[in-house]
């Protein structure tokens, strides 16, 4: 299964960066053609968005994975090993309550924009919507997977705290070890 994931992932990680490069071409080309040419690509704005739209929801799911998602863990990492999987499958609950709400809410809007053409493209609004379930299942799937773990007991007590620390933070935290380190050499 986390096979699966990873290679999943990758597959999203890759759609990203296609959405990336088609989103600069068609924006950067659309300016050049406005100021040099005073004409445009009518079809820009509209998948511009769309595709920022997805680009933002693919990387929500590949950072749901990796765990990147912004977080504290100043309590939770103080708490015992029973404190420290507790609030982990509360946490992991409440996340696939909130994902419900996200895939039943993009569904109904899904359905309601099915027969709306977009302006320009004249396609199905609900292209836009779509990527709020393809999110919310692949979302549910990870949690998942990672409150299984939790609960089997597959996680060691440092996998318990899902938040990474940003860079930044390692940075401070090495630079207050080194300032500790020559007040206490004389």
Aim: aromatic share 8%; charged share 20%; with cysteine.
């Amino acid at each position: 299964m986390t096979r699966l994931i990873d290679l999943y992932c990758k597959a999203l990680s890759v759609l990203i960066a296609l959405a990336l490069a088609v989103m600069v071409v068609l924006v950067f080309g659309n300016v050049v053609l406005r100021y040099a040419f005073n004409s445009g690509i009518t079809v820009s704005e509209e998948v511009s968005r769309w595709l920022f739209v997805w680009l933002t929801f693919l990387g929500a799911i590949v950072a749901m994975k990796e765990h990147a998602h912004l977080g504290t863990d100043m309590l939770v990492s103080r708490l015992p090993v029973l404190g420290k999987k507790l609030c982990l499958v509360a946490g992991q609950l409440l996340m696939l309550f909130i994902t419900w709400l996200l895939f039943k809410g993009s569904l109904e809007q899904a359905k309601i924009n099915w027969d709306v053409a977009a302006p320009v493209t004249g396609a199905s609004g609900a292209i836009f919507y779509a990527s709020g379930i393809v999110f919310a299942v692949s979302a549910a799937v990870i949690i998942v997977r990672d409150l299984w773990r939790a609960v089997s007991g597959q996680l060691s007590e440092a996998e318990l705290v899902m938040v990474k620390e940003s860079e930044e933070q390692g940075e401070l935290e090495a630079l207050q070890a080194e300032l500790a380190r020559e007040e206490r050499t004389p």
